[in-house]
């Protein structure tokens, strides 16, 4: 194998790559990367055995095909510091060797022979749905943050994708908690779509962010219940879904929180921000002490001091209740209008929280005891 090719399209597909590989595997292999040389296209994958990414590099100079596998964030690193859009000739010297020339350089990295890489038969039958790219992302960006940590619950380690309707309109549905905070959102599709809801696991998420950041478009989605195939232009991302039954959580959704809080979306961020510099802990408690038009912040950290902030705020009644300072400073992160609605019902339920401009997400988020 034998092929010329631009730095930056080299460390763009090798950059993707480092978020599927597994960088502490017993199986040497799932921390390469196959690279397949074979008419103008140099192919490049990764998996971790439950997600397949492949990224196509188009018009390349290929002097002789061919295919191996090296380690990923060895030549990641390497290529990454080569000079910005130079060329890079890469070359198999021999069955173990494959070695990178760059203006001055030359490095000679170890392989892995091609046929060692685990590749799977990954043709999905199903019903090909059209998304646009930054409305997926978005919706994805709204929910990634409530994903629980917790592996004993792993119906919950991911984002519960699934069809829903209301008024006639049709929506792609995402839902997350770690059962301290949920996150839902929708995006609005222009047609009646089949499509199988399923749990996507975290790192396929985080890899599908990472990639749409930069991409504009639509993608195409085929899914079954064990896997979704996502296609964007150059690339293809295979993974396996979470296999499990996600909560109902619509029943989880306040209902019954009349007490409304409206704040200016900048400066309630802020505050928030600025109480809980005060401790090193972010799960410390922000106390709200909430009277008419008024609202007291405060974090009291016995190993590091305390903080007070006051913010003029529409609010008409008095509450005393404490959140958790990084779940406000997620969910206010994501909203996108000038102002933050949060409603009350009393100091042990859940706070409900809307983007006023945004009228297809909530946030549900539980008080701290005591």
Known sequence: MKFSINQKDLQESLGFCQNVIERRSTLPILSNVLLQAKEKTIKITATDLDMIFVHNISNVEIIEEGETTTNSSIMHDIVRKFSAGKKINVETISESKLQLESEKSIFKLNCIDSKEFPLSDDDLNGEEIILNSQSFLKLLNKCKFS????????????????????????????????????????MRLDQNINFEPIILPKKTIYQLCSILENFNGNIKVLNTKSKIKFFLNNSVLTSKVIDGKFPNYIQVIPKNNKKKLEADLELFHNSVDRVASVSTDKKDGVRFILSKNKLDLSVNNANSGDGKETLSVSFDHDLDISFNSKYLIDVSSQLEGDNIEIYFNDVASPALIKDPSDFDSIYVIMPMKG
């Open 147 to 186: 994903i629980s940590n917790d592996e004993t619950r792993h119906y919950l380690s991911g984002i519960f994708l699934h069809f829903t309707q209301n008024e006639d309109k049709n929506y792609l549905t995402a839902a997350s908690t770690d059962s301290h905070r949920m996150s839902i959102s929708k």
